[in-house]
């Protein structure tokens, strides 16, 4: 400080030295004091945004290394503490809430997904989303809530539980069906909320039941879920295959294991295991372990079962979007994976995976069948101009489906029909009539086309 003080502010040391001090200059704070406040709320914004999409901790901002490079960012910059930060997102979520409640109320009818979670401590949570069309004709979906869910897990709890969320947001009378799995309690919640019912295609029980049916993939399965349990848990296996891997020229990517509640990963652990047999097979003659490898036929039967299963991955991939239709896309994807599942089973060299695709083939009707008797999904079909009749199986279907959208036009029209006379009172009422004249005619349209 002295040196600074010498080779720069020689004046001001000498009067110091002199016991005369300069008074400290008061800066300009009427004109900078609003831009600072400025500053300092669009900040906080910016930080709240941060923590909520990333799902950031409240604690981040008592973080040294966070705090440090804030401050070189901006050193006018005060963090809020952990407390007011919590405030700041409480606002934030109370402000968004209220602005989707607005939008809902636009909505004439919306659905429900609800689905039951439990956390890496086992503690049971709900959750519910609600997914309407907003005015501009857009897919919307908004999440109502994620709740620990204290009681036993029976269909009358879960009934009391999603019966108050739907009051909280007011979408009580508006809710027109419940998607869920396929688990007996959430089917009966729905029916005792009087709500139609839609299992969930995506979360279907046909590929682990089949798999669960088939001894000798079933085998196979047990001795894919050891390796890859060794090589997940021992850092020496770990790092054996990663040097295998490097030494083959091939991506140090991790075996995946499989978990009991989603088919899907079963697909990828084999998947996984057989793109990186080699590798795995060199790892293995290496370490000193009892863990068995698999055989060529075994890895043999994995490739013909992962060509069975492939159209269910793709299926399920499909119906995972959220801003496109999916009601619509199950009667054809049921036909398709009828098809692609009749054609590859033709080309199994293996007594196994044959008889994997059969098993597969029975669950599909099973479980499926009955879709294009489905009214929601046989008229979601029938006005999807991808697919319109085409999309079916069963022309019956298809044409019972086309009468039963015709009559409903026609009785809309007739009980919107103004009588002689009759005076509009208000631009709602016409809005409402020319919002049906174009329903009518676009439906009329897509049956003629």
């Given at each position: 400080m002295m040196r600074h003080l010498r080779s720069t502010h020689p004046a001001i040391l000498q009067c110091a030295e002199d016991g005369n001090i300069p008074p400290v200059p008061r800066p300009a704070t009427d004109t900078a004091g609003p831009s600072k406040q400025g500053r300092q709320r669009e900040l906080d914004e910016?930080?709240?945004?941060?923590?909520?999409?990333?799902?950031?901790?409240?604690?981040?901002?008592?973080?040294?290394?966070?705090?440090?490079?804030?401050?070189?960012l901006d050193p006018s910059y005060v963090l809020p503490s952990r407390k007011a930060l919590k405030?700041?997102?409480?606002?934030?979520?109370?402000?968004?809430?209220?602005?989707?409640?607005?939008?809902?109320?636009?909505?004439?009818?919306?659905?429900?997904?609800?689905?039951?979670?439990?956390?890496?401590?086992?503690?049971?949570?709900?959750?519910?989303t609600c997914h309407y069309t907003t005015p501009e004709a857009k897919l919307a979906t908004v999440v109502l809530g994620v709740r620990r869910f204290y009681q036993t897990h029976t269909a009358q709890h879960l009934m009391e539980a999603k019966a108050l969320?739907?009051?909280?947001?007011?979408i009580t009378t508006k809710v027109q069906c419940m998607v869920t799995d396929n688990a007996s309690n959430m089917i009966l919640s729905a029916q005792l909320l009087n709500l139609r019912h839609v299992p969930c295609f995506a979360h279907n029980l046909i590929v682990k039941k089949a798999l669960d049916q088939t001894p000798l993939i079933n085998e196979i399965r047990q001795k894919a879920r050891k390796i890859v349990g060794l090589f997940r848990s021992s850092c020496k296996a770990k790092d054996k295959l990663v040097e295998m891997q490097?030494?083959?020229?091939?991506?140090?990517?991790?075996?995946?294991?499989?978990?009991?509640?989603?088919?899907?990963?079963?697909?990828?652990?084999?998947?996984?295991?057989?793109?990186?047999?080699?590798?795995?097979?060199?790892?293995?003659?290496?370490?000193?372990?009892?863990?068995?490898?698999?055989?060529?036929?075994?890895y043999n039967i994995i490739q013909e079962s992962l060509s069975l299963l492939q159209p269910f991955k793709l299926a399920t991939?499909?119906?995972?979007?959220?801003?496109?239709?999916?009601?619509?896309?199950?009667?054809p994807l049921y036909r398709m994976l009828q098809h692609k599942l009749s054609q590859k089973k033709g080309q199994s060299a293996q007594e196994s995976t044959a008889q994997l695709g059969t098993h597969l083939q029975e669950g599909l009707h099973s479980r499926c069948g009955g879709y294009e008797s489905f009214r929601a999904l046989a008229l979601a079909t029938?006005?999807?101009?991808?697919?319109?009749?085409?999309?079916?199986?069963?022309?019956?279907?298809?044409?019972?489906?086309?009468?039963?959208?015709?009559?409903?036009?026609?009785?809309?029209?007739?009980?919107?029909?103004?009588?002689?006379?009759?005076?509009?009172?208000?631009?709602?009422?016409?809005?409402?009539?020319?919002?049906?004249n174009n329903y009518v005619t676009y439906t009329s349209y897509m049956l003629s086309v």
């Open positions: 910016a930080l709240v945004d941060m923590v909520v999409k990333d799902l950031q901790p409240f604690t981040i901002v008592e973080d040294e290394g966070f705090m440090a490079f804030v401050n070189k405030t700041m997102v409480t606002e934030r979520y109370n402000i968004s809430k209220e602005k989707t409640m607005e939008d809902l109320k636009k909505a004439d009818f919306v659905s429900l997904t609800a689905d039951m979670w439990s956390s890496i401590n086992m503690d049971g949570y709900l959750g519910v969320l739907m009051a909280e947001w007011g490097s030494l083959m020229g091939r991506p140090a990517l991790k075996l995946m294991q499989e978990v009991d509640t989603r088919w899907n990963s079963t697909y990828d652990m084999l998947q996984r295991l057989y793109e990186q047999r080699e590798p795995v097979g060199a790892a293995l003659s290496n370490l000193n372990s009892d863990t068995a490898p698999l055989t060529s036929f075994e991939t499909e119906l995972s979007e959220e801003l496109r239709v999916s009601a619509s896309k199950l009667i029938l006005l999807d101009p991808r697919f319109k009749n085409v999309g079916f199986g069963n022309p019956a279907k298809a044409q019972e489906a086309e009468k039963q959208i015709t009559l409903e036009c026609a009785s809309l029209m007739r009980s919107n029909t103004p009588t002689p006379g009759k005076q509009f009172h208000s631009s709602s009422d016409i809005m409402e009539l020319c919002h049906l």
